[in-house]
């Protein structure tokens, strides 16, 4: 997936950059890649969409905080504290697994990062790509709720219909997980079991995902590559050293 327009906003999606080593195109500051090359490529991807970008640290929280515009910062509407700039072009991190921007009276409001390597980078649009998220949604954030949440906290803005488009992420055939931890989950979310390709237990976050978003009213986007297998995504089941890449949402 290029830059493109989606759902009235721009969504972007970083991948694997040609080369040798398991962090080339990284975008994540927590895996122990270089600090001024991962500033570098950030900078470098608010210049390429035009806007600058805020970013998370994700924890597998189900926390999803609302960004509101203020008098010199990007600012949580919660706590009133402002954002920081660490560099050019970025803000944050914020300390959570989703963010939601409505950019409705905000001209050049900042884009929304989400990083991922196997776990679900989800992002939404409404009020024609004016309110938009990013969200990071694993195994459990998923089961506790993060993607519903994300979802009332837009419909409390605007009663309008919500997008969501669900970026790559490990598949149903390929995420294994032990038995009881498939049966825990399907005892929680009820169509998450799954059998790997190779026929043991496993869970399938994004069909999991997609239904408890379309039964929240949300029209669901998938994009079907598998982490584990596409060679351009970086996968921690693949590679543990592995590097992150960013599904980007730039609100209209």
């Known amino acids: 997936m290029s830059d493109k327009l989606w759902a009235g906003a721009r969504v972007h999606l970083t991948e694997v950059d040609p080369g040798t080593g398991a962090l080339c195109g990284n975008v994540g500051l927590h895996v122990g890649d270089q600090e001024s090359l991962v ?3 950030r900078r470098a991807l608010a210049v390429a969409l035009g806007r600058e970008i ?7 929280s189900t926390r999803v905080d609302l960004i509101v515009r203020g008098e010199s910062a990007p600012t949580l509407a919660a706590s009133g504290e ?10 944050g991190p914020v300390d959570a697994d989703g963010i939601i921007v409505d950019a409705r009276d905000w001209q050049g409001a900042p884009a929304l990062a989400v990083q991922t390597a196997d776990c679900l980078p989800v992002v939404f649009s409404a009020a024609s790509g ?6 990071h949604a ?39 997980v032990p038995a009881d931890m498939a049966d825990e989950s399907e005892v929680l979310m009820p169509g998450i079991r799954s059998v790997t390709s190779w026929g043991t237990p496993a869970l399938d976050l994004p069909r ?16 079907e590559r598998c982490t584990l297998e596409d060679a351009d995504l970086f996968s921690y ?3 543990s050293s592995c590097g992150r890449q960013a599904l ?5």
């Open 82 to 91: 402002a954002l920081g700039k660490p560099m050019t072009g970025e803000w």
């Open 130 to 135: 004016q309110i938009v998220a990013a969200v």
């Open 54 to 60: 805020v970013w998370m640290d994700q924890t597998h």
């Open 248 to 252: 980007i949402i730039v609100p209209a």
């Open 39 to 41: 500033r570098d490529r």
């Open 208 to 223: 999991a995902a997609a239904s408890s978003l379309a039964a929240w009213g949300v029209r669901v986007d998938i994009d």
């Open 237 to 239: 089941r693949a590679d």
């Open 138 to 176: 694993g195994r459990r954030g998923l089961l506790g709720g993060i993607l519903e949440e994300t979802a009332r906290r837009i419909r409390s803005l605007d009663a309008g219909p919500i997008d969501a488009l669900i970026g790559p992420a490990i598949c149903g055939r390929c995420y294994e």
